[in-house]
């Protein structure tokens, strides 16, 4: 019997490449499941859901969940009034006053005193605001403006030390208050052991004791919107007349320049005021400084 060795090796030959075909095959098969599964379970562990069908939605509930949370806002301060030198030794004082001014050479000047403000305020939207209430029945001298008919005049904000001790004024020299975390030297030091008179908006820029950044323009609840100087109208609670809220005390000029500070330990609050328009031999005051805690 013959054997035809050329099929019979072209068979096996074929043969050999099918199985290797198929052993190919079984891997690949092989490799893509467990990739499937690695897939399926690393979808699983990040939490999601890979779905097996479109999602058509057959009905939908809604419901409300809330609630009105107890305990109090709470906005509380003492205040005293004392001398800027040695503020915690000297005795309490009954109103800020200045010395050594001496017009038309004095410009802004610190007063003689402070304020020194103890407080808490737990409430987010509560503080301890300051400003002046010049146009009010209880203010001697009390504001009236000189030009009536046109409220954005430079001449018609009432904030600061009005001319005279008594009736009706149209002259006012402009104040200014700083809050410190600390007692300060007057005119000396550096930028966070000193404070120093300087005009809020030209005076100097570099960290100093005596940088225009600390001091903020007092407002009076009756300061209208004045656009020659930059001033807006007053509205109770903004940042520009509040001194602390409950995330801390308003160390610049910026709405959001506010810094940590304990409640309940004391703040000490300076003030400043510009004689540049002040004449000789003549008082200036204002009777309605005035300091408010506030909730909202």
Not at 50 to 61: I, K, N, T
Not at 182 to 203: L, M, Q, Y
Not at 228 to 243: H, Q, S
């Amino acid at each position: 019997m013959k054997f035809n060795r050329s099929k019979e090796f072209t068979k096996n030959k074929v043969d050999s490449k099918v199985a290797r075909v198929y052993t190919s095959n079984l891997q690949r098969s092989s490799k893509m499941k467990n990739k499937i599964k690695a897939l399926a379970f690393f979808a699983a562990a990040m939490g999601v859901w890979l779905p097996s069908h479109a999602f058509q939605s057959v009905g939908r509930s809604t419901f409300t969940a809330g609630l009105t949370t107890g305990g109090v806002k709470t906005a509380t301060a003492t205040i005293v009034v004392r001398d800027v030198v040695n503020p915690l030794t000297t005795p309490n004082r009954p109103m800020i006053t200045w010395s050594g001014v001496n017009p038309p050479s004095t410009g802004w000047k610190i007063a003689d005193q402070l304020m020194i403000i103890k407080s808490t305020v737990t409430d987010a939207g509560g503080g301890v605001q300051i400003y002046t209430r010049n146009t009010e029945s209880d203010a001697s001298p009390r504001f009236v403006d000189p030009t009536p008919s046109d409220s954005s005049n430079s001449d018609s904000n009432p904030a600061g030390l009005l001319r005279g001790t008594s009736g009706d004024t149209g002259t006012v020299l402009p104040m200014a208050w700083s809050i410190k975390a600390n007692v300060r030297t007057i005119e000396g030091g550096d930028v966070n052991t000193g404070i120093g008179a300087a005009d809020p908006n030209n005076g100097p820029a570099t960290a100093v004791f005596n940088n225009k950044f600390q001091w903020l323009y007092f407002k009076d609840k009756a300061t209208p919107n004045i656009p020659a100087t930059n001033a807006t109208a007053f509205v109770d609670g903004e940042p520009f007349v509040t001194m602390i809220k409950s995330d801390g005390i308003h160390f610049g000029q910026a709405n959001g320049e506010f810094a940590p500070h304990p409640a309940g330990d004391n703040t000490y609050v300076y003030f400043q005021a510009n004689f540049t328009g002040a004449v000789a031999q003549q008082a200036y005051q204002t009777t309605t400084i005035t300091v408010e805690t506030y909730i909202q």
